[in-house]
C-alpha cells in the first residue's frame, strides 16, 4: 500500500480564500483523522469519521471549517474563508481494527495563508 | 482532561549514547500509547505501539515500557547514531465525549544525536 496520501504538500493562498484539503486513507482502514500541527499548541485533533461518518468533531475551531468522507478512500478539509492563523501543517491519519488502532500519518499539508 | 507531557523538550548528545526519552499522562485510563518520529517537514513515522495491558515493546535498538498505573512511559534508544536526529512525539489514545476516542498527543522532544 502507499499509506496515506495527501495533497497538496503546500499550499499558499491569500487570506480569505476558499482552501480544501484532500486525503485518502490506506485502503482498508475504516478510521480517519484529521490533525493540525503549530508550534504554539503542537497536534490537536480536528476530525475524525468512521465507516465515512464524522464521529466527533469538537475540535473543528470554528464554522469556516469544515470536512467530508463521501467515501471510503476519500476525504476533505475545507477551510472558508481562510485566515492567517489558519497557517499549519494539516496532517491526515488513518488506522482500523486489524491494525490495533495504530495510526499511520499522511506526509502534511503545510498551509500558509498570507 | 488528559494531558501528555514530554520533558525535556530538545536534547543533544554525542553518538553512541544510550538514551531514555520521557512520556508522562495525567489519566490512567487509556487504550495504548503510541510513539512517534518526525523528521523536519515530514509526517509522522509509528515506531512502537503498547497496549494498556502490555508492559513494554521492542523493535530493533528500540525499546518502549508502559507504566500505565504512575502515567509514564519511557522510550529507549541504544547506541544512538545520527540518523535518530528527529523529533519524538508519544501520543495516548483515550476514551472521549460520547463514545469516542482519540490520541492525546505531548509536544515532542527534539533529538540531536552529534556525530
Known amino acids: 500500500d502507499a499509506g496515506v496520501i495527501q495533497s497538496p504538500r503546500h499550499e499558499v493562498t491569500e487570506m480569505g480564500q476558499e482552501v480544501t484539503l484532500r486525503c485518502k486513507p490506506i485502503?482498508?482502514?475504516?478510521?480517519l483523522f484529521w490533525y493540525r500541527q503549530t508550534m504554539m499548541r503542537g497536534l490537536e485533533l480536528l476530525i475524525y469519521?468512521?465507516?465515512?461518518?464524522?464521529?466527533?468533531d469538537s475540535g473543528m475551531p470554528e464554522d469556516r471549517f469544515s470536512a467530508k468522507m463521501p467515501n471510503a478512500s476519500f476525504s476533505t478539509l475545507k477551510i472558508q474563508p481562510s485566515e492567517p492563523r489558519d497557517s499549519a501543517v494539516y496532517f491526515c491519519?488513518?488506522?482500523?481494527?486489524?491494525?490495533?488502532?495504530?495510526?499511520?500519518f499522511g506526509p502534511g499539508t503545510r498551509l500558509t495563508v498570507t | 482532561k488528559q494531558e501528555v507531557t514530554q520533558i525535556p523538550a530538545a536534547l543533544s548528545v554525542p553518538e553512541g549514547e544510550n538514551l531514555v526519552l520521557n512520556c508522562s499522562f495525567t489519566?490512567?485510563?487509556?487504550?495504548?500509547l503510541q510513539w512517534f518520529r518526525q523528521d523536519p517537514g515530514k509526517g509522522l513515522t509509528s515506531l512502537l505501539l503498547?497496549?494498556?495491558?502490555?508492559r513494554e515493546q521492542t523493535s530493533g535498538r528500540l525499546n518502549a515500557s508502559l507504566d500505565k498505573s504512575s502515567g509514564r512511559s519511557t522510550l529507549y534508544i541504544a547506541a544512538s547514531q545520527p540518523g535518530d536526529s528527529a523529533t519524538y512525539l508519544c501520543?495516548?489514545?483515550?476514551?472521549?465525549?460520547?463514545?469516542?476516542?482519540?490520541?492525546?498527543f505531548g509536544k515532542g522532544m527534539k533529538l540531536t544525536v552529534n556525530p
Open positions: 469519521f468512521n465507516n465515512n461518518v464524522p464521529i466527533d
Open positions: 485502503s482498508g482502514h475504516d478510521y
Open positions: 489519566d490512567s485510563a487509556i487504550y495504548n
Open positions: 501520543a495516548v489514545r483515550v476514551p472521549f465525549q460520547g463514545g469516542s476516542e482519540k490520541l492525546v
Open positions: 503498547i497496549q494498556s495491558s502490555q
Open positions: 491519519a488513518s488506522t482500523s481494527f486489524r491494525d490495533n488502532y495504530e495510526q499511520y
